[in-house]
């Protein structure tokens, strides 16, 4: 070998990110690169000519290690060379820190020598254990969600039990005292209506739960594969979408409860001062998140800005509703207008967006719970978004009102009350 082809080696061994040790059959070390330095704090000077062992833990006696080689010399049999395997390493400071170990042999002139590759696991045991605690965490948030939503449902279904045996009683009474049959029929068309509505819930709360969970566990299984440094931006996108999706199950499992409460009559109403022209852009940086690409909110403040004395829990459900409506039905690179006004006691906010659009004929069921348009069939949601803001607004003595045409968007108007002062409303009814 010439001599420009041995610096050329030594420049490959010197640069290499992997501790190479070279050891003789005594287990006595003969070179190391700057690699093992780095990895061990010790300098070149301060490692060879010693023996092996001062760079393993107190868990291996010297006598195992020398065991080890003179086992090998003399039967052949090998536990690490030329196989591999996982192993600790005591630095100079006195820590430990796992690493993968390759050891090959050499023969040089009728002389042995081992030469090992080092090679550190400390990031990827700090990934997996990462991972690990991750995995935790989602299953416990999915096992807690998944109780809540039980609950959620067996009371939901304990109240249309209810609301059908009302029906019933109802039609009864109509037809022994009517004897119409125009009253039956109306009664029998609830009957179906209701049934229809029960299937539907059933239908979508298993998709709506069933495909982020699907998602959840397929990042989760392919964030295992990622175990190397450099492969950090595709653990975060992963993570990221993981969280995107306990994010849309948390939303779905809140429209839940909200309808919930609303059978049960148990929404409340906590009035406060507080400025319009904060909150809504507060409202739309939340809604950052689910943008697709080049989508962007604008807000347009059209007046002065003064107190507005509302519920804020309940507003926030309501813009957040209609925005993830105009969102989620605009395409790409759209731009959504909010915009705030004021027109005598009240403040009038205006979302309007260029999307699908609603069609005509099935404008007046938009309001219905699990409603979905026809149009919207692929596009995922539960159907309780609008039904959940037309009740909240009336709780805040406000009315809505909106505008639509099919391919060409929708425009949804909101008349607020300055000063929700006045006593809530019996919506039993």
Do not use: C
């Not at 060379?81 to 002139?109: A, C, H, Q, Y």
């Not at 819930?201 to 295992?224: N, W």
């Not at 943008?291 to 007046?303: A, C, F, P, R, S």
């Not at 539960?382 to 959940?388: D, E, F, P, S, V």
């Amino acid at each position: 070998m010439n001599l420009e082809s041995e610096g050329l080696l030594k420049a490959v061994i010197e640069s290499t990110v992997d501790g190479i040790i070279t050891i003789n059959h005594r287990g006595q070390i003969q070179f190391v690169n700057d690699a093992t330095v780095r990895l061990f704090g010790y300098s070149k000077e301060e490692l060879v000519g010693q023996s092996m062992n001062k760079l393993l833990p107190d868990t291996i006696s010297p006598e195992q290690h020398d065991g080890f080689l003179q086992n090998y010399l003399e039967s052949g049999h090998a536990k690490i060379i030329g196989i591999g395997r996982e192993v600790s390493g005591r630095r100079k400071d006195g820590t430990t820190f796992p690493f993968w170990l390759s050891v090959n042999e050499t023969r040089v002139k009728g002389k042995v020598y081992f030469t090992g590759l080092v090679h550190d696991l400390s990031e990827q045991k700090k990934t997996e254990r990462a991972l690990t605690e991750l995995t935790r965490e989602l299953e416990e948030k999915v096992a807690q969600r998944t109780h809540e939503l039980a609950d959620a449902v067996n009371r939901l279904l304990k109240i249309n039990v209810k609301l059908e045996k009302e029906i019933q009683d109802k039609a009864a009474k109509e037809i022994a005292l009517k004897n119409s049959e125009e009253t039956l029929k109306m009664a029998l068309q609830q009957e179906k209506h209701l049934n229809e509505m029960k299937s539907r819930f059933l239908s979508m709360a298993s998709h709506e739960f069933k495909t982020p969970l699907s998602a959840i566990l397929s990042s989760a299984s392919i964030l295992m594969r990622y175990t190397q440094t450099d492969q950090q931006p595709k653990r975060e996108k992963h993570i990221l979408k993981i969280k995107k999706m306990i994010r849309q199950l948390n939303d779905v499992l809140n429209d839940f409860l909200s309808v919930e409460r609303m059978e049960g009559n148990e929404i409340s109403v906590s009035p406060s001062a507080f400025s319009l022209k904060e909150f809504v852009p507060n409202v739309v940086d939340e809604m950052e998140t689910i943008l697709k690409n080049g989508q962007e909110i604008v807000v347009n403040y059209l007046t002065k800005d003064e107190d507005l004395y509302q519920d804020s829990n309940i507003l926030r459900i309501i813009l957040r509703n209609l925005l993830s409506n105009s969102v989620k039905y605009s395409d790409p690179g759209q731009i959504i207008e909010v915009s705030v006004d004021a027109k005598g006691d009240n403040y009038v906010i205006q979302i309007k967006d260029n999307g699908i659009g609603i069609p005509v004929s099935e404008q007046p069921f938009i309001f219905t719970r699990f409603y979905r348009s026809s149009n919207a069939s692929n596009i995922q949601g539960t159907g309780l978004g609008l039904a959940i803001v037309g009740r909240y607004i009336k709780v805040l003595g406000g009315r809505i009102s909106f505008k639509s045409k099919e391919g060409e968007g929708s425009v949804f108007v909101i008349n607020l009350p300055k000063n929700n002062g006045k006593e809530q409303e019996d919506f039993s009814h």
